[in-house]
Nanobody, 116 residues
Framework: QVQLVESGGGLVQPGGSLRLSCAAS????????MGWYRQAPGKQRELAAG???????NYADSVKGRFTISRDNAKNTVYLQMNNLKPDDTAVYYC??????????WGKGTLVTVSS
């Protein structure tokens, strides 16, 4: 069973940047899609950005133009570059991997706090 471990969260001021990493214990090529979800206090978990095995990406409207998702298959790692961060981006960010006919794989999350 491939496990996902997130890192890179922390406290940042509005307008700042962070890069999140999601390291897999095995090949990420086993996932046909991977994504970064986020959950703010009192809100439902939502997709922030996704990427397929072929490199196609999609973003929530709220992060378009500010966040960039990428993957390094050789390092079995997915990244989320977050620029121009806003207080509304404060959330726990979770890495997700999806395989056919199997339950989704989730990491434990990393907290991002945007505050002055």
């Amino acid at each position: 069973q491939v496990q996902l471990v997130e890192s890179g969260g922390g406290l940042v001021q509005p307008g700042g940047s962070l890069r999140l990493s999601c390291a897999a214990s095995g090949s990420i090529l086993s996932f046909y899609a991977m994504g970064w979800y986020r959950q703010a206090p009192g809100k439902q978990r939502e997709l922030a950005a996704g990427i397929t095995s072929s490199g196609d990406t999609n973003y929530a409207d709220s992060v378009k133009g500010r966040f960039t998702i990428s993957r390094d298959n050789a390092k079995n790692t997915v990244y989320l570059q977050m620029n121009n961060l806003k207080p509304d981006d404060t959330a726990v960010y979770y890495c997700n991997g999806r395989r056919p006919l199997q339950l989704d794989t989730w990491g434990k999350g990393t907290l991002v706090t945007v505050s002055s």
